[in-house]
Nanobody, 125 residues
Framework: HVQLVESGGGSVQSGGSLRLSCAAS????????MAWFRQAPGKEREGVAS???????NYADSVKGRFTISQDNAKNTLYLQMNSLKPEDTAIYYC???????????????????WGQGTQVTVSS
C-alpha cells in the first residue's frame, strides 16, 4: 500500500509563488508516473503536470512556463513549484501516483491508483 501526503498550500496574492510537496511512503516501485491535479469549486478535477521515473514531464497548457514539477527520489518526494500565480489557479491540489513505466493518459484521473488528501491553494487578486 502507498500513502501520499501533500503539504505547502496556502494563500498568496496574484503574482506570488508557492511550492507544494507530496511525500510518498509505503512500497515504492522503481517505475512510476506521478502527477499533480487540481479541483476548483464546481469544476472537475484536472491534470496540472506529471513526471515519470525517467524524468519526462507533461504540463497543462494553462500552467506551462509558470509551474515546474520535480522529484527527489532519495526523499520519495514530489514537488510542484508554482510561480506567477493567478486567481484562476485557486483550487485544491492533489498528488497522484501509479506504478507503470510511462505516464499514459497523464491528465486523466482514471490513470492513477493512489491519491493524496489534497492541499488548498488560494490566490487573491
Amino acid at each position: 500500500h502507498v500513502q501520499l501526503v501533500e503539504s505547502g498550500g496556502g494563500s498568496v496574492q496574484s503574482g506570488g509563488s508557492l511550492r507544494l510537496s507530496c511525500a510518498a511512503s509505503g512500497y515504492i516501485y522503481s517505475s512510476y508516473c506521478m502527477a499533480w491535479f487540481r479541483q476548483a469549486p464546481g469544476k472537475e478535477r484536472e491534470g496540472v503536470a506529471s513526471i515519470d521515473s525517467d524524468g519526462s514531464t507533461n504540463y497543462a497548457d494553462s500552467v506551462k512556463g509558470r509551474f515546474t514539477i520535480s522529484q527527489d527520489n532519495a526523499k520519495n518526494t514530489l514537488y510542484l513549484q508554482m510561480n506567477s500565480l493567478k486567481p484562476e489557479d485557486t483550487a485544491i491540489y492533489y498528488c497522484a501516483a501509479v506504478y507503470l513505466e510511462y505516464c499514459m493518459g497523464w491528465y486523466k484521473t482514471i490513470s492513477y491508483k493512489y491519491w493524496g488528501q489534497g492541499t488548498q491553494v488560494t490566490v487573491s487578486s
